[in-house]
Structure formats: structure tokens, C-alpha cells
């Protein structure tokens, strides 16, 4: 129907034609607003970080940056830089200040630790599994919620954690430091978090798995949207699977950028970092 049609006859009406076609345009203008707000929050805000050693040494400083959802963030630098520390404090396992680390625009220390750690997941460099099979160990977090994981869940999980089937019934004594390792992604998984912390994933694997860990990444970003902060040792895994990559060195980042512009970093550590690789 044209809008000539439904125009009143009466100029009364015309200004009560015309107030409800404004209305009608800042209520789109409004859901415009909203929608593109709601897409420029990130999923993970840190704004000026800090933690230091009981004794006082300085282990993070100022630490800001914005980790947008469904993006992998790859945090490189030298032993000792605080990456793991900066990683440990998105979901609160060192209890950061009031108003650093934000979860879609949520100061984390304001929610319950219990479901930003179901949110947030986090597979450890040494993982320590439970024991019994693999399969108890994927069933583990859903249990809490009184949940079980489908036959077809789990393969589906141990897919990404690139192990065969077979594992489910296999008992979790005496699977290698890589298997473990695989494992605990899948169990992590298994929670459906919305950002999955990975601190060194494909340190103890073999190239072809350690591959396959980095496909399954790209997956889970793809498929389930995760954001995913990735802290590795290898400047080329970082490259080939993040987005964005932050140097930290001695507590402080020193670049923040994409892969492919990393070289035209000035950083004499950025520099070392690439000259290694
Ligand atoms: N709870 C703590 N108490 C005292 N010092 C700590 C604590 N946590 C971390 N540190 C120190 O802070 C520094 C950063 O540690 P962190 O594990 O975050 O570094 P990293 O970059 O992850 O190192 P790596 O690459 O070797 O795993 C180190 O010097 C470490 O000894």
C-alpha cells in the first residue's frame, strides 16, 4: 500500500501522520544504534591491567586491549613476559582489580565465578585430568549441570581435539603428556564456552597434531564463533592462526597488530621474536 493511500485527510492528522513516521524512524534509528553497539563491544575488554608479586616486582603493567567476538588474539614474548598471568586473569584465577577485565561489557569481579570460568575456558600448558576414562572426564562439567554427553557429542569433541573414537573408553593412566593435553581441550570444550583460553595447546605435540590443534582452532572460531586467546611460543603458529597478535615483554605489551604487519615492527624484541622463527 502507498504512503498516499494512508495519508489522513485532516492537517491535525498530517502532523500525527508525520510525528508517527518520525517515531518510526527513530525507533529504526534507535535499533541501528543498539545493533551496532551491541557489535562494537567486545567480547573481552582489559583496561590498564595490573598485578604485582608479593614482594612488589612488577609482573603486568597497564595492560590494556579490546578482543573482539569470534576473533583469535595471539600473545607472543619472551619466558617470563606475563603471558600466562595476562591469560589467567580472564576467568578470575588470579582475582584481577575491580573494572579491568570485561566480559561483553561486564566487569568480571561483578559476576559469579563459577559461570565466567563455564564461559571462559582454559586449557593449562600441564593439564591434570581426573581419573577414569576420557569419556568421564568430557561428562565431568556437564554433570555439574546434571547433563550427559551423547555417544555422538563426545566424538564430536575429541574430533576437535583431534583423537579417534576409541579413546571415550580409554582410561586417562597412561595416555602421553600430548594425549592428556588433547583431552583436556575436549573437556574444555565440553562446557561450550564462548571464549577458550589456550596456553601453549600444541607445546607437547607432534607437528601433524599440532596442526591438526591449529585447524581445529580456526574450526571452533568458524563453526561455534569462539574467541580464542592463544599464548604460544612458535611466532609462526601465531601468525598462521591469529588475527591479532600482542607482544608482551617484561610485563608491558609492546605491539599490538596484525600477523602480516609484524615485521614492519621497529621492537628489537618483535625483531629477535621474528629472527627466531
Ligand atoms: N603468583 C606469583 N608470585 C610470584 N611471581 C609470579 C607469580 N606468577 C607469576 N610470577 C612471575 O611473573 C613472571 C611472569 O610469569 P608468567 O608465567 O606469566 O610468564 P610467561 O610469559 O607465561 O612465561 P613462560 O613463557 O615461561 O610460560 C615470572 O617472572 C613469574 O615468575
Known amino acids: 500500500m502507498s504512503k498516499e493511500k494512508l495519508l489522513p485527510e485532516t492537517g491535525e492528522d498530517i502532523h500525527a501522520y508525520k510525528d508517527d513516521e518520525h517515531k518510526q524512524e ?33 609482573i603486568l603493567s597497564e595492560i590494556s586491549l579490546d578482543i573482539s567476538a569470534g576473533s583469535v588474539l595471539g600473545i607472543i614474548g619472551p619466558s617470563g613476559s606475563g ?54 572426564n568430557l561428562n565431568y562439567g556437564p554433570s555439574l549441570k546434571k547433563e550427559k554427553l551423547s555417544l555422538e557429542q563426545m566424538e564430536e569433541l575429541l574430533k576437535y581435539a583431534d583423537l579417534d573414537a576409541a579413546f571415550l573408553s580409554k582410561s586417562v593412566v597412561g595416555l602421553s603428556v600430548g594425549q592428556s593435553q588433547r583431552v583436556a581441550l575436549a573437556r574444555t570444550l565440553a562446557n561450550n564456552p564462548e571464549v577458550l583460553l ?24 568458524m563453526q561455534r564463533g569462539l574467541t580464542i586467546v592463544l599464548v604460544s611460543h612458535s611466532l609462526k603458529q601465531v601468525q598462521r592462526i591469529a588475527d591479532l597478535v600482542c607482544v608482551l615483554v ?12 609484524l615485521q614492519h615492527s621497529t621492537h628489537p624484541m618483535v625483531q629477535k621474536l621474528l629472527d627466531a622463527s
Not at 90 to 98: Q, T
Not at 199 to 206: F, G, I, N, V
Not at 211 to 217: A, H, M
Open 26 to 58: 527513530d525507533d529504526l534509528e534507535h535499533t541501528c544504534l543498539h545493533i551496532s553497539e551491541v557489535k562494537l563491544t567486545p567480547k573481552i575488554s582489559i583496561k590498564d591491567l595490573h598485578r604485582y608479586t608479593d614482594s612488589g616486582d612488577l
Open 83 to 136: 603471558k600466562s598471568t595476562l591469560l589467567r586473569a580472564i576467568n578470575r584465577l588470579w582475582e584481577p582489580p575491580p573494572a579491568s577485565v570485561f566480559l561483553d561489557g561486564k566487569d568480571i569481579t561483578m559476576l559469579d565465578v563459577i559461570s565466567v570460568r563455564r564461559r571462559v575456558g582454559m586449557l593449562f600448558q600441564l593439564p591434570a585430568l581426573f581419573d577414569g576414562t576420557v569419556a568421564d
Open 198 to 221: 589456550l596456553d601453549e595447546p600444541t607445546s607437547a605435540l607432534d607437528p601433524v597434531s599440532a596442526q591438526n590443534i591449529e585447524e581445529s582452532i580456526l574450526d571452533l572460531k
Open 250 to 261: 617484561n610485563g608491558n605489551i609492546v605491539e599490538i597488530t596484525s600477523p602480516s604487519n
